[in-house]
């Protein structure tokens, strides 16, 4: 039974043959150095299934784009091109970069007109599995931004990297057919006034659905390492393989003072879990989400052992995880005190039935929310407050954050760029102000940053 496309850890990708671009970069860039790598955005269409065919935006022609992968301190330069129809742009997601290479607008990097191409350059750091992908709009369009295939991992190998595994196995996860919906339509509940949501009718491991494309062929006794993100726009996952136990080792590809074993992978949106597995249960078996309606519509994929034969197995696991708690992740000891606190307070204004509702951070939307005001090298701790019943995975640009308490634990040694506040909690990360220029924080929910939940930090 098929799965999807897997790249391999001696397979390096360093995309796609470059189109002609003469005619779109100015006299300055056609007389430089050849990229290290090119991205073309424009139009693809993805059967993820046969005759299941999504129409959609990627990089290259495919869905994820090229695995771009460098070693950490390594110059590159990247060369963008529009095909598309609309203005784009690429994000950098956990890289410690300038503002204007980031790839988010409201920091002053440029949009990509169509038909135009724009050369990035920067230093890849720091090490580990980061990605890239729009950070366009979508709004109310659901062809746009994360809802579209544009989206590809970015891994920079360390400088001292031992490898102890013996194979690596790159998946994007990610949802399709998104459409808005009364949460009252489909649960027939009473009348409410939250807005418009979104679901989803399809979904995949890389570029196909689970049953479909080639399975993941593994061999007994082998060290498998599983490097996942989490591309979709709004939903959180958690995934699972029967029979096998996982020994996390890096979350949004920054290593763990002490790798935890766990046998269900959770990722909020955008985030990153590195996860060795060693394959000694010998079978066919489905490695995919934990919710059925999840997996029945693609999420997952089949891993096959060399020798095996049968229909593919699933096994529910014994709990279903709702959330991560990422104090399981680090200590237990108390961070060191910051140099200050800033408090933050995240809350819903629901937008009423076939409405959208709209996001605020400290009460008001962007563009019209208040820039956090930092001083170069002081340590800062964001206290945060959710006040809505959602779900956030909050996201603080060029820089990484160490979480320092989570729903009401204090905690230390956990450094993220991706957190996921649960509804109606708090939450603390602290973060050395050491990387000067705008820098974006925001809620990773596609549908709650278009709708107000983003602001920036500004060095004084």
């Known amino acids: 039974m098929p799965a999807p496309l897997l790249l391999d850890r001696r397979r390096v990708i360093a995309g796609a043959a470059a189109l002609p671009l003469a005619r779109a970069l100015p006299a300055w860039a056609q007389s430089a150095a050849k990229a290290d790598y090119t991205l073309t955005i424009a139009p693809v269409s993805l059967e993820i299934a046969p005759g299941q065919i999504i129409k959609t935006i990627g990089y290259n022609g495919t869905v994820p784009g090229p695995l771009i992968r460098v070693r950490e301190g390594q110059n590159v330069a990247i060369d963008i091109t529009n095909r598309s129809d609309h203005d784009e742009i690429v994000h950098w997601h956990g890289l410690v970069i300038p503002s204007l290479t980031d790839g988010a607008m409201e920091e002053g990097a440029p949009m990509i007109a169509p038909g135009a191409t724009q050369r990035v350059s920067f230093t890849a750091k720091p090490a580990g599995t980061r990605w890239y992908h729009t950070h366009g709009m979508a709004k109310t369009d659901l062809t746009r931004g994360l809802y579209s295939g544009q989206y590809g991992f970015f891994y920079i190998e360390p400088a001292q990297n031992p490898g102890a595994y013996d194979r690596e196995i790159f998946i994007a996860l990610h949802q399709w057919a998104p459409q808005w919906v009364s949460l009252q339509d489909i649960r027939k509940g009473p009348p409410a006034n939250n807005g418009l949501e979104v679901i989803y009718g399809a979904a995949s491991f890389n570029d196909k659905a689970l049953g479909h494309g080639e399975p993941i062929r593994v061999k007994e006794g082998e060290r498998v390492l599983f490097r996942l993100v989490n591309t979709s726009a709004t939903a959180e996952t958690a995934v699972y393989l029967p029979g096998h136990r996982f020994t996390i080792l890096a979350m949004d590809g920054n290593p763990l003072a002490r790798p935890m074993e766990s046998d269900t992978l959770f990722l909020s949106p955008a985030e990153r879990i590195d996860a060795l597995c060693e394959m000694k249960n010998k079978g066919v078996w489905v490695f995919g989400s934990v919710i059925d309606d999840e997996r029945n519509k693609g999420m997952g994929a089949v891993v096959e052992y060399a020798g095996a034969s049968g229909d593919p197995v ?5 709990e279903r995880v709702r959330m991560i708690d990422y104090t399981l992740f680090g200590s237990a000891a108390p961070a060191r005190e910051p140099d200050a606190r800033i408090e933050l307070v995240f ?17 008001k939307s962007f563009p019209d929310t208040d820039p956090i005001m930092v001083q170069r090298g002081k340590r800062y701790r964001f206290v945060m407050h959710n006040l809505a019943g959602d779900m956030h995975p909050i996201h603080l640009h060029r820089h990484s954050f160490e979480v320092t308490n989570y729903m009401g634990k204090p905690m230390s040694g956990l450094i993220k760029d991706v957190v996921a506040l649960p509804g109606r909690h708090d939450g603390e990360i602290d973060f050395v102000a050491d990387n000067p220029g705008p820098t974006l924080f925001h809620c990773h929910m596609q549908d709650h940053q278009d709708f107000g939940f983003m ?6």
């Open 314 to 318: 699933w096994q529910a696991p014994a």
């Open 347 to 363: 809350d819903k204004i629901p937008g009423g039935r076939g409405g959208y509702n709209r996001w605020t951070v400290n009460g």
């Open 455 to 460: 602001t920036l930090v500004k060095y004084a």
